[in-house]
């Protein structure tokens, strides 16, 4: 089945503790992406990549991290989590054209206290 | 910047069409019009996409209008399973990968 996988689903963590969202895609997509959603604020996008080794920064990217040394993976890093990035993370993917639809995962509720 | 501006909220009473508007009057040539909806609890889900043409699927219909500057998105009949936030979004070569999801229009269903 084709899919758009994170993990965790939940995670809470403390504040200036390290931590990594994984996101996973089976369809050989070229672009992946980070969202996260905020009440009133909706769907901000933090990092894209359009391949292997392309990373760019997306409205909000400031206190994280990513990396794509693989076509299929695109993990979030969080080098010292504050409370302000208690949010709910999506990671999206598609193929690199303009009529490709995002497919996206089902989310990582993320608390930071 | 490849904007859209949509209605914050919107009802429907059940087994009733809804229109649901979008305005992106900094459309450019190349730019497809993109929805998406989120159900509770969910990620986002594709719906239609078109870049001229009106569109049908099986989930909802798209109209374009003809300068391209607003579209609707159609559901035939509304049920309360269509009760989501929708997002329209621009995709093109302008908007490069950079998308504005916004906060949508929230869309309650009356039984």
């Known amino acids: 089945e084709a899919q758009v996988t994170q993990n965790p689903r939940y995670l809470i963590t403390v504040t200036g503790k390290k931590l990594t969202v994984t996101c996973s895609q089976n369809?050989?997509?070229?672009?992946m992406s980070w969202y996260r959603q905020d009440p009133g604020l909706g769907l901000r996008q933090i990092y894209y990549s359009m391949n292997v080794e392309v990373t760019d920064k997306g409205d909000v990217p400031e206190g994280y991290k990513v990396s794509r040394k693989e076509k299929r993976n695109f993990p979030l890093i969080l080098e010292s989590p504050s409370p302000n990035q208690t949010s709910l993370y999506f990671c999206?993917?598609?193929?690199?054209?303009?009529?490709?639809?995002?497919?996206f995962g089902n989310g990582t509720r993320l608390t930071v206290t | 910047d490849a904007k859209t501006t949509q209605p914050n909220s919107m009802e429907s009473n059940e087994e009733e069409p809804v229109h649901l508007p979008c305005n992106h009057s900094?459309?450019?040539?190349?730019?497809?019009i993109h929805w998406y909806r989120q159900l509770p609890s969910q990620g986002p889900e594709y719906v239609i996409h078109?870049?001229?043409s009106n569109v049908n699927n099986r989930m909802a219909s798209l109209a374009i209008a003809e300068d391209r500057k607003s579209s609707t998105l159609i559901l035939h009949r509304a049920t309360l399973r269509d009760a989501a936030v929708y997002y329209c979004i621009l995709r093109g070569m302008n908007t490069g990968n950079q998308f504005y999801f916004g906060t949508g229009t929230s869309l309650t269903v009356i039984p």
């Open positions: 369809m050989n997509h070229e672009y």
């Open positions: 999206a993917s598609s193929l690199d054209t303009p009529r490709s639809p995002l497919h």
């Open positions: 900094t459309i450019s040539g190349t730019d497809y």
């Open positions: 078109g870049l001229t």
